[in-house]
Nanobody, 123 residues
Framework: QVQLVESGGGLVQPGGSLRLSCAAS????????IGWFRQAPGKEREGVSC????????YYADSVKGRFTIFRDNAKNTIYLQMNSLKPEDTAVYTC????????????????WGQGTQVTVSS
């Protein structure tokens, strides 16, 4: 029943913006930490950002600090990742994930994963 569905990916030029959505079902989003991860071809999965359930604190990888913002809409049971000032190196499949434990940029913390959405930053 637990399901996470990402959307909002696409092709954008460097410097552009995208907003990714992670729609949750089967659980109440506001009780769990949600993380965004990305994986580019030939690279390890990288934690991008996460938001805690307890106090809403957000954390970001150094590579995206100041450019990405994670936030939630509990009424819609949806988590968003606003991505600004996108760079070609941001190109990856972005996946959201749910943790019953805590917010951390570590894949093993997360219990359920979405299918991913492709983000391509290119001219």
């Amino acid at each position: 029943q637990v399901q996470l569905v990402e959307s909002g990916g696409g092709l954008v030029q460097p410097g552009g913006s995208l907003r990714l959505s992670c729609a949750a079902s089967g659980f109440t989003l506001d009780y769990y930490a949600i993380g965004w991860f990305r994986q580019a071809p030939g690279k390890e999965r990288e934690g991008v950002s996460c938001i805690s359930a307890s106090d809403g604190s957000a954390y970001y990888a150094d590579s995206v600090k100041g450019r990405f913002t994670i936030f939630r809409d509990n009424a819609k049971n949806t988590i968003y990742l606003q991505m600004n000032s996108l760079k070609p190196e941001d190109t990856a499949v972005y996946t959201c994930a749910m943790s019953t434990i805590r917010c951390a940029l570590l894949p093993f913390v997360y219990d359920s994963w979405g299918q991913g959405t492709q983000v391509t930053v290119s001219s």
